[in-house]
């Protein structure tokens, strides 16, 4: 949308002075080196576990520190505020400790009490997962649904249970790579092309 030609077009890339990425995944790793790049002064990871519980691969974190990212971990943002315009000033953080392994087999993050503080940020990106819209079952009836939320897909072809429906990607999947979402696309592209040759 031509942000980079702002004020000649009205789509301007904001670029926060202090940007807090919330979470510890390769996700979170992308977006916070990505404010920075973008110039924020200040860019900070605010994970709820220690650096050995992060989720995100081992260079992404290696490649995160080389920038300078600041990494604030066993921490939990509380509650955020905002200016009279509604936009993030600041945010209430809280401590955390690790407990007993939980589900995941990570341990489980704790809050210390009387441990709260609040940082001022001006940019706030969640980076905490990620999970199928549930509007989808919703407003598809016919298409079946997995019990995670994902839809299910014939894994040879990416057909749906709808006739001409395909998927691929994180929605068939969770999360994962964008290299086997690119191979999900390519074996539902060469069905469609035969489909469309009967």
Known sequence: MRAYAFPAYDTPVFKAKTAAVI??????MDSVRTAKRLGAERAVIV?????????????????????GIEFQLLTTPLRYFG???????AMECQKMGLGEPDASGR?????????????????????????????????TPGLKMGKWGNIEVDWATMAT??????????????????????GDARIAAAQIDKDLRR
């Open 107 to 139: 341990r489980r993050p704790v809050p210390i009490e009387g441990s709260e503080y609040t940082m001022e940020v001006d940019l706030v990106v969640c980076a905490i997962g990620q999970s199928p819209n549930p509007l989808i079952p919703q407003t």
């Open 23 to 28: 979470g510890g995944g390769n996700v979170a």
């Open 47 to 67: 994970y709820r576990r220690s650096r050995t519980e992060m989720p995100a691969r081992n260079e992404e974190i290696h490649h995160a520190e080389e920038e």
């Open 83 to 89: 200016d009279e315009y509604g936009r993030v000033r």
């Open 161 to 182: 249970s709808l006739p001409g429906v395909y998927a691929g990607g994180d929605i068939i999947r969770g999360g994962a790579t964008v290299i086997l979402a690119m």
